[in-house]
């Protein structure tokens, strides 16, 4: 389900009232199709790697989609997150083509 591509942008966070660190994610799938309130998400954080990986449900069954972000984190995984699209307005994601992973159209894996 996941690759090593690039992050598309850091993660977002915020404080509450009590100190706590929230990690903020897109409220909106990357190909920009659903609400992942609505639909769900997979959200797989690698401190090792220093990333978060957000898979929407509905998009994890086509193929030929883009569907999840990659998400540099800034120190440890948060202990939770919420969903606001309002601190990724400005951010283009990196789309790659999920049948050729990211390999030109030319060089994309024929079936034989």
């Known amino acids: 389900m996941f690759d090593d591509r690039p992050p598309d942008g850091p993660v977002h966070y915020r404080h509450t009232n009590a100190g706590e660190r929230i990690g903020v994610i897109p409220a909106t799938c990357k190909a920009g199709a659903h609400s992942l309130a609505r639909v769900g998400y997979i959200a797989q954080a690698s401190e090792a790697e220093g990333v978060v990986r957000i898979s929407c449900r509905a998009c994890n069954e086509d193929v030929d989609v883009d569907h999840f972000w990659v998400l540099a984190l800034s120190g440890a995984p948060p202990y939770s997150v919420e969903l606001d699209d309002e601190p990724y307005r400005a951010m283009v994601p990196l789309m790659v083509d999920a049948r050729g992973r990211g390999l030109p159209p030319e060089r ?5």
């Open 108 to 112: 994309w894996p024929r079936a034989t």
